[in-house]
């Protein structure tokens, strides 16, 4: 009996000791479940943080593929694309074309493998894009053209295009010479230096002007041949031209470059631009506002280079997913010789 009463009270004392031990092990594993989650969430709020702290920080990585360095307004283009994209905080990623379509493919290919937020390029001309920017819309990167159109039909291969209304500049120097010429009773004998073939500019620029003049059936271009929109190549065709033809009234340039060439042909062979052969272009650089205010261009249709803001804040924008205008048209003016003389100190280009 005595054994059975000291077995009783060793059964008793075990069950408590095992109670105690399970009592403490719940209770530890409850703190440990307790404490785990807290640990979960302080983790996950602190890589939120970081990765918020992360996207803020990122720069928005730019391609953009320039034409060349053709002239006076491309080299004021590419500066502000340059200084824009400084000032905005992008990281710009620039490539120079030499005025050749090839380079400017490889280049927006480059930018598709670096994987950057968003591609824009000024195209050399305006055919034979498709297939590359198919590239781009399927690697899911947005496209901006910038001053110079593409004539796709698809247009959800870009976003938008900024720049100048190239018909219109056309117009515009079209209408100059219709009024100056209103009272003409004798034929009017235009030759005409083109931009590069092919170009949006060039096919506009020729397109508006044709349409003006031809309400004036005594005004009639001779001839007409591309420049390449450089001041060399300006010179040369001009050259060409005044030996081919000694009856030459008005030279109606694409550009300011190779009207200045025009300018040093004309001066060649011992005529006074600006009188001898009335002379319109299109830009309004500075050197072609300092060759306006000495009368050697009687008229110039202005095409504003300084598109970078424009660029930039387009960027943001369809980087960060905003809607944008699928055109965007600069604005710009027109000068005679004596608003060329008032304006000429204010050129920034």
């Known amino acids: 009996m005595k054994k059975m009463k000291m077995f009783g009270l060793l059964l008793a004392s075990v069950m408590l000791m095992l109670t105690v031990a399970c009592g403490n092990s719940s209770k530890d594993k409850e703190s440990t479940d307790d404490k785990a989650p807290a640990t979960a969430t302080e983790t996950k709020t602190e890589t939120k943080t970081d990765d918020t702290a992360a996207a803020s920080d990122k720069k928005i990585v730019l391609g953009f593929s320039q034409v060349g360095a053709e002239s006076g307004w491309r080299t004021a283009n590419t500066k502000s694309v340059q200084d824009s994209a400084k000032e905005a905080g992008f990281d710009l990623k620039f490539s120079d074309a030499q005025q050749k379509q090839e380079n400017q493919i490889k280049a927006i290919r480059s930018f598709i493998q670096q994987k950057v937020d968003v591609i824009a390029f000024s195209p050399v001309v305006e055919s034979g894009w498709d297939t ?81 003049i031809a309400q004036n059936p005594n005004l009639k271009v001779i001839a007409s041949q591309t420049g390449d929109f450089t001041r060399a190549k300006g010179k040369e065709v001009m050259q060409s031209f005044l030996k081919a033809h000694k009856d030459i009234d008005v030279l109606y340039a694409h550009n300011d470059d ?14 006074v631009p600006g009188k001898d ?5 299109v830009d309004g650089v500075h050197d072609g506002f300092v060759a306006a205010s000495e009368g050697k261009i009687n008229f110039i249709v202005e095409c504003n280079p300084l598109l970078g803001p424009q660029l930039m804040q387009a960027v943001r924008d369809v980087y960060e997913g905003k809607e944008v205008p699928k055109r965007i048209v600069t604005k710009e003016g027109v000068f005679t010789s004596e608003d060329a003389k008032r304006e000429l100190p204010n050129r920034q280009y």
């Open 277 to 281: 052969i009335v002379i319109i272009s």
């Open 258 to 271: 190779m009207a200045l060439g025009a300018i040093q042909a004309i001066e060649a062979a011992g005529l």
């Open 132 to 212: 590359v920017l198919k590239e781009a819309k399927d690697a899911g990167i947005p496209v901006i053209l910038t001053d110079r159109a593409v004539d796709s039909t698809d247009t959800t291969l870009y976003q938008t295009f900024i720049g100048s209304d190239f018909v219109e500049e056309g117009r515009s120097a079209g209408k100059w010479l219709v009024d100056t010429y209103k009272d003409a009773k004798e034929p009017v004998n235009i030759v005409e230096l083109e931009g590069t073939t092919g170009s949006a500019p060039a096919n506009d620029r020729k397109a508006g002007f044709d349409e003006v």
